[in-house]
């Protein structure tokens, strides 16, 4: 057998392939356009939330942070990370603060949210967002709901003498003292370094109500 006729050479072998995979990607992709694709599968769930019932028919892939905010329009809570690790989207669910970003929306059937929006408003401020004002607890102000959020359930965290890392192993009803306000914020990340400003806050409300 001659040379001429058993010669392969690389680069015929890169041409050859390469006409090969096109010709067989091209009806694939023909196929794939042509095939239906079903629809998502939904679900129905109802919440409360800020004290409005709500029914949502959502992807049960849906987070809770984008049900709030692509689903009902609160644009409030906020997306930092999507990983729950910033505290950006912090919203209180049955009283507790969560990371809105790690939970499925699904999940939280019957149960009662609060946003940003629910705490209060321009002109009935929630006191600790009007001390947050006063006390220039922000700069940039994109993690200031997730803040807020946390600072009120924070606070009701103590009042219900709920241990903290920081407490629990001493066996004493925690007070709102910096380093346990800052221990339970440790969470909630800010960018802008407003730390101080908001302790000054949150220990103006928790004087008042703690
Ligand atoms: Fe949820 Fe960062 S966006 S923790
Ligand atoms: Fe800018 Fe906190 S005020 S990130």
New binding site residues.
């Given amino acids: 057998m001659s040379s001429d006729t058993t010669s392969v050479t690389r680069r015929g072998v890169l041409v050859g392939g390469g006409v090969c995979a096109a010709a067989a990607a091209v009806p694939a992709a023909e196929v794939q356009a042509a095939t239906p694709q079903p629809a998502p599968a939904t679900m129905k769930v109802g919440m409360t939330v800020n004290s409005a019932k709500r029914e949502l028919d959502l992807d049960p892939r849906t987070t809770l942070?984008d049900a709030l905010r692509e689903h009902l329009h609160l644009n409030g809570t906020k997306?930092?990370?999507?990983?729950?690790?910033?505290?950006?989207?912090t919203v209180i669910v049955d009283g507790r603060r969560i990371?809105?970003?790690?939970t499925l929306a699904v999940m939280h059937e019957g149960d009662a949210v609060t946003t940003i929006e629910g705490l209060g408003q321009p002109g009935k401020l929630h006191p600790m967002q009007a001390a947050f004002v006063k006390h220039d607890g922000y700069q940039c102000g994109y993690c200031t709901p997730g803040q807020i959020c946390s600072a009120v359930a924070v606070l009701d965290e103590i009042r219900a003498g709920v241990p903290s890392h920081a407490t629990a192993d001493l066996n004493v009803r925690p007070r709102a003292t910096n380093d346990e306000m800052r221990e339970r914020m440790s969470g909630n990340i800010c960018r802008c370094g407003a730390y101080s400003n908001i302790l000054d806050a949150m220990t103006e409300v928790a004087g008042r109500r703690v």
Wanted: net charge neutral; glycine share 18%.
């Fill in positions: 942070l997306k930092g990370c999507d990983h729950g690790q910033c505290g950006a989207c990371n809105s970003c790690l």
